[in-house]
């Protein structure tokens, strides 16, 4: 399999390489209430089959959809066929949202996650570097200075600082890359239980810290 | 194993949501899901914890082309053609006018490239898509219901005769309606039954000489 086809092109999408505004706009459609209640509204329409609806939605969400895909694919291609795939899943199985389970844009970025990490698991052209994992949530004063503009993004920022350097490492290149357990042992150089113990550990701190 | 234990169950929960259960163990763990709605409401925490992760992640533009593909796939019988304006309108009467009758001329004085065949081509769903006519010298083709194709791609038609060995005639006319002309030895061809179908390829075609890419639409070549 190529091992660097995947490596070219995009630049890292760091939290350390983010400008303010961009970031203000992705806490607020993220996280205000008032909008997941629209965005149900919009997956209960096309349900029933309506197109407007789900462009409205696609306007509303793709560009975060888009950022997801993006950073599992680490190229604009493979992401513009990722993002595809989820909407056309996202229209077809509407009406499997279940509002009482989660959050309408949790369950669109997990679809999308999923169609990502399918394919990367097809390909597996995507070797992972650490760096390249630390890269989202890396600990330059900008990003910090961004992030407490936001009191949620502060709690996400507190939560993963819990985390020992580890435990987020290998929790990020789970999430974004879909690599197994003995891949990730590999690719940490570090025995398979210790990566095990990692990312129990830190998905039960971050869980619950998110949670308090 | 006992799936009771709330910890296991958990723990399960965690593995599946950040993908880190191997195949088979994934497999068994959806069969649980589907008549264990407490585990499902484990799942879901897991996965508003794991998005949460995609939270900072900053927002892209999205090129209009994934859109057309979107609206493309779950629509395919829409034809994606921008509106006309009354004066091409009217200047497409006049010149159809002026080609039928050069055509009738043409045709009164030489007689020579009769309309021999006909198919219709079907999509997957059987909804026609695109009528051939096959001439002695030339196909003429023209959409029913075509979708548009993305930049990049063209469609290409192919004949595919009793032995199985796919024939490329060529690729259909950018707006898919238009005239393909004949080599000499495809006009041989479609002397015999073949099927004609039409496949999506790269631009300019099929790279190996032989359809790459999905069969979209295909239908018998009938003499008339």
């Known amino acids: 399999m190529n091992g660097t086809a995947a490596q070219s092109g995009l630049p890292c999408h760091g939290l350390g390489k983010l400008h303010g505004a961009p970031l203000h706009l992705v806490w607020r459609t993220t996280i205000s209430s008032d909008d997941a209640d629209e965005l149900r509204q919009l997956l209960a329409e096309c349900t029933l089959g309506n197109r407007r609806a789900f462009e ?63 394919q990367l698991r097809k390909h597996r052209e995507v070797p992972l570097t650490e760096e390249q994992a630390d890269t989202l949530f890396d600990d330059s004063p900008s990003a910090h200075e961004q992030l407490d503009s936001q009191r949620e993004a502060q709690a996400l920022q507190r939560c993963l600082e819990t985390l020992e350097g580890m435990q987020r490492t290998s929790i990020i290149t789970a999430y974004f890359q879909g690599v197994s357990y003995a891949d990730l042992a590999t690719q940490l150089a570090a025995p398979l239980g210790s990566v095990k113990s990692w990312i129990r550990r830190g998905m039960e701190r971050l869980r619950r810290c998110l949670e308090s | 194993m006992n799936y009771q234990q709330p910890a296991l169950r958990r723990a399960l929960a965690a593995d599946y949501a950040i993908g880190l259960m ?64 009354p004066f091409w309108n009217w200047l ?30 079907m999509a997957a769903n059987q909804q026609p898509a695109i009528s051939v006519q096959a001439y002695s010298h030339y196909l003429n083709v023209a959409p029913l219901t075509l979708p548009s194709v993305e930049t990049g791609r063209s469609l290409e038609l192919w004949a595919i005769p009793a032995d199985g060995k796919p024939v490329s005639l060529g690729l259909l006319p950018a707006h898919g309606k238009g005239r393909i002309i004949l080599s000499e030895s495809q006009q041989k061809l479609l002397g015999a039954p073949v099927t004609l179908a039409v496949s999506l390829e790269p631009e300019g075609g099929s790279p190996t000489g032989q359809p790459t890419g999905p069969v979209l639409y295909q239908g018998a070549l009938a003499g008339l």
């Open chain 1, 56 to 118: 409205n939605l696609y306007q509303r969400v793709s560009k975060r959809l888009f950022a997801v895909a993006l950073r599992c694919m680490n190229r604009s291609d493979l992401a513009e066929e990722v993002l595809q795939e989820s909407f056309v899943r996202i229209w077809h199985n509407a009406s499997r949202y279940d509002g009482n389970l989660s959050a309408p844009m949790t369950w669109m970025v997990n679809i999308t996650r999923n169609q990502a990490i399918d």
């Open chain 2, 92 to 121: 497409r009467i006049t010149a159809v006018a002026c080609s039928l009758v050069v055509a009738i001329i043409a045709g009164a004085l030489y007689n020579r490239d009769t309309l021999n065949y006909s198919a219709t081509l």
């Open chain 2, 22 to 85: 191997p195949l088979t163990a994934r497999r068994r763990f959806e069969h649980l899901l589907l008549d264990d709605p407490a585990l499902r409401a484990e799942l879901a925490q897991w996965q508003t914890t794991l998005a949460t992760l995609t939270a900072p992640l900053p927002e892209h533009t999205v090129p209009d082309r994934v859109w057309h593909a979107i609206e493309a796939r779950i629509d395919p019988q829409k034809l994606h053609i921008p509106a006309k304006r």
